[in-house]
Every structure is written in structure tokens, then in C-alpha cells.
């Protein structure tokens, strides 16, 4: 498994924006970004696959972008337009796949999480 290291987290207005990092122990095929509130089920948000191709839920169409830097092991979530509803700790996971996935159980390695709070 790699080690994942998220970081870009913070508390911000609604419709401000954050940027989160992810970077990876070293090479990764399929990377997602998932977030969970306490209590409730983790949610996948966005995945990225080998090619750079990329899933996101409806729910952030639009307003987040998931990208890679492979050559830096980074993978980052651009969150635009943010809204209460986007509060939540986010985390980075890997997985062996080479396609996306937004099923939790495809991923192996998870990072720590970054806490996003919008008010």
C-alpha cells in the first residue's frame, strides 16, 4: 500500500473555494477523493484513473475538479462555490484499479483526511 497525505483543508464561507493536496508514498493507478460526516456513511466525491479520465458525483458537477500530477505523486480536488452541505472530512484513497471508481471497497490505501468546514 502506498501512504497518502492530505493537506488544503480549512473553514470557509459559502461560495469560497479550496484547493486539497494529496500526496502520495509513490506510484498510484485509479486515486478518488471520498468525504464523511460523523455518523454518516463515507461518500465517494470524484475519482481518476490511470488515462486522466474522471467521475464526480452530481452533487459537485461543476463546482469541483479532481486532476493528478503524476510525475509529483499529487493528486488534487479543486472545490469551487462551496456550500454548508459540502462540510465534511475529506479523504484521499488509492486503489489497483486502472479505471475510476467512486466504491469505496476498490480502494486499499486511505489517507488521514483534511477537515473542510463551510459556513
Known amino acids: 500500500h502506498v501512504q497518502l497525505v492530505e493537506s488544503g483543508g480549512g473553514s470557509v464561507q459559502a461560495g469560497g473555494s479550496l484547493r486539497l493536496h494529496c500526496a502520495t508514498s509513490?506510484?498510484?493507478?485509479?486515486m478518488a477523493w471520498f468525504r464523511q460526516v460523523t455518523g454518516r456513511e463515507r461518500e465517494a466525491v470524484a475519482s481518476?484513473?490511470?488515462?486522466?479520465?474522471?467521475s464526480h458525483i452530481d452533487s459537485v458537477k461543476g463546482r469541483f475538479t479532481i486532476s493528478r500530477d503524476s510525475a509529483k505523486n499529487r493528486v488534487y480536488l479543486q472545490m469551487n462555490s462551496l456550500k454548508p452541505e459540502d462540510t465534511a472530512m475529506y479523504f484521499c484513497?488509492?486503489?489497483?484499479?486502472?479505471?475510476?471508481?467512486?466504491?469505496?471497497?476498490?480502494?486499499?490505501?486511505w489517507g488521514q483526511g483534511t477537515q473542510v468546514t463551510v459556513s
Open positions: 509513490g506510484y498510484t493507478k485509479c
Open positions: 484513497a488509492a486503489s489497483h484499479r486502472v479505471t475510476v471508481s467512486l466504491h469505496a471497497e476498490h480502494f486499499e490505501s
Open positions: 481518476i484513473a490511470m488515462d486522466g479520465s474522471t
